[in-house]
């Protein structure tokens, strides 16, 4: 229960692409906030994007029209769709989710279940 499993990782050439995906547990999916955030090596864990219940998404300045979240309410899927990938992309990406209250929340620590991680490389 409140299972989340990423899968998708690997090693890309800079400039590249790679999809992210994370299975849900289905009462943990429809109205709750799920996210990617990602932790490069020595540094802080950050978030990347948020998809809300109702969809809105929000994103880091960092990935802004070259990342795109997604989820499918069928399969109860969370995607990260990453294009034009950069060296400094190169991190473990985390799926989280939390119950949405009014808006979703942009920091770690609010998030409740959180997966295991899965590594994306980018060589340049």
């Known amino acids: 229960r409140g299972q989340l499993v990423e899968s998708g990782g690997g090693s890309v050439q800079a400039g590249g692409s790679l999809r992210l995906s994370c299975a849900a547990s289905?009462?943990?999916?429809?109205?709750?906030?799920m996210a990617w955030f990602r932790q490069a090596a020595g540094k802080e864990r950050e978030r990347v994007a948020v998809?809300?219940?109702?969809?809105?998404?929000t994103y880091a300045d960092s990935v802004k029209g070259r990342f795109t979240i997604s989820k499918d309410n069928a399969k109860y899927f969370l995607y990260l769709q990453m294009n034009s990938l950069k060296s400094e992309d190169t991190a473990m990406y985390y799926c989280?989710?939390?119950?949405?209250?009014?808006?979703?929340?942009?920091?770690?620590?609010?998030?409740?279940?959180w997966g295991q991680g899965t590594q994306v490389t980018v060589s340049s």
């Open positions: 989280a989710a939390t119950p949405m209250v009014a808006e979703c929340p942009v920091i770690l620590d609010e998030y409740k279940y």
């Open positions: 289905p009462d943990r999916y429809s109205s709750y906030c």
């Open positions: 998809i809300a219940g109702d969809g809105g998404t």
